[in-house]
């Protein structure tokens, strides 16, 4: 009985520290977003210590959290829900059932959780994508890619790309009674990450160029050059998302080799010969004064680390890599960042660089805003600030689409 009693004391230790970490003053509901910033940092020391005694993978302990929100595809008197494949990967759709005389739009959403967690099956992007096609009597269709660890880089980018292509089909648009005029990719965090690569490899492929209307990209991590910008450093402890669980979930991407987490850590992850990629993230010449704050820019160092990453030179990775001519490219866009979140600058420069080579882009920056808002629209994790972004997404896409 006595172990039961000292693991309980230990937890609630643990659990009082985590929710007593200090909050950014103007956030909302905060005794809310100390519950959720206590439990996810709770999950992460608990993880850890799963996986430092055998029991289970880091990752695995969140995905198997994030498991029980898992729903079934439930049409209601408004949308028809059905799980299929499109070129083999499964696919969540949302069909409104009244009959229209237009074409409808379509958007094609895809779900964060930094490459390893989450499904557009979880409860709160099947209420997004639900209330999307409702709101906007539109087709919308949600992505089931491949997850790291187990699939590497590039495959859930290679998985959208594919779903699009199979989309973008005349046969399928008329299947579904889309316009193949107004077709939108959205994604958040991650997600909008795979949006934004999906959306530059498209443009670039002259069989596809020009029939993605828009693209919209919800708090996106956009770049792996520096781990360092201001953000990462301002809200290194969160909340919500802290920058040693952003990369050592994010770089399973990548390798499951723990050097390369403590190298971008420390921000000496870059290789040799890939200084004149520094340009395109260089948050000194592209950051607003207001978020440069007293920080200091210093390059990332070069060399490091022994093992190759070649990814890291990827533009499908960090769609920031893309040069001013391909960006120029781009369709209408917009991007909603938060204050209080470690990509907020990713977000703030492919604003700027965009705006830069005159690509149209629509830029809100939630002041109260923290990463994941849009995951927490249900109960216990019910907060404002998520029904706000989710209104503020939808009436883009309602002017814009």
């Not at 050592?248 to 990629?277: C, F, Q, V, W």
């Not at 005159?358 to 809100?364: I, K, L, P, R, W």
């Not at 994941?372 to 896409?397: C, E, M, Q, S, V």
Request: proline share 5%; with cysteine; net charge negative.
């Amino acid at each position: 009985m006595w172990y039961k009693t000292l693991c309980f004391g230990f937890f609630g230790i643990l659990f009082a520290y985590c929710i007593y970490l200090p909050l950014p003053e103007n956030v909302e509901e905060p005794w809310k977003v100390r519950f959720i910033d206590g439990v996810i940092k709770m999950t992460s020391l608990v993880a850890t210590l799963f996986e430092e005694i055998g029991l289970m993978k880091y990752d695995d302990v969140f995905l198997t959290s994030t498991s029980v929100f898992l729903t079934k595809p439930v049409s209601d008197e408004n949308i028809t829900v059905i799980d299929t494949n499109f070129s083999d990967i499964p696919v969540r759709l949302y069909l409104p059932k009244k009959k229209s005389e237009i074409l409808r739009p379509a958007i094609i959403y895809l779900h964060g959780g930094a490459f390893v967690l989450g499904s557009c099956k979880i409860q709160p992007y099947d209420d997004l994508n639900r209330w999307t096609a409702n709101k906007l009597d539109a087709v919308v269709v949600g992505i089931e890619y491949r997850l790291a660890p187990q699939y590497k880089f590039p495959a859930a980018l290679e998985d959208c790309v594919l779903v699009v292509k199979f989309f973008l089909q005349d046969k399928i648009l008329e299947k579904y009674g889309v316009d193949p005029a107004r077709i939108c990719i959205s994604g958040d965090s991650s997600g909008a990450t795979l949006a934004a690569a999906a959306t530059q490899l498209l443009q670039s492929n002259s069989e596809y160029k020009d029939k993605i209307k828009a693209q919209a990209l919800l708090y996106p991590g956009l770049q792996y050059i520096d781990s360092l910008m201001p953000s990462y450093q301002d809200y290194e402890y969160g909340p919500i998302l802290s920058r040693k669980m952003t990369f050592k979930l994010a770089m399973l991407y990548l390798s499951e080799d723990t050097a390369l987490k403590e190298a971008i850590l420390r921000n000496e992850h870059m290789p040799e010969g890939s200084r004149h990629l520094f340009k395109f993230v260089n948050w000194s010449d592209f950051l607003p004064d207001k978020y440069k704050k007293n920080h200091i820019y210093t390059e990332p160092v070069l060399g490091k680390l022994k093992a190759s990453y070649p990814a890291l030179l990827d533009s499908r990775l960090s769609p920031l890599l893309d040069s001013d001519s391909q960006l120029q490219s781009l369709p209408l866009t917009y991007i909603l960042t938060c204050e209080h979140d470690i990509v907020r600058d990713d977000g703030f420069i492919y604003v700027a660089r965009l705006r830069n080579v005159g690509v149209q882009v629509t830029h809100d920056h939630i002041e109260d805003g923290i990463h994941g808002a849009l995951t927490f629209t249900i109960a216990p994790t019910y907060l404002h600030l998520g029904l706000r972004i989710r209104d503020k997404y939808i009436n883009w896409l309602e002017k814009n689409l």
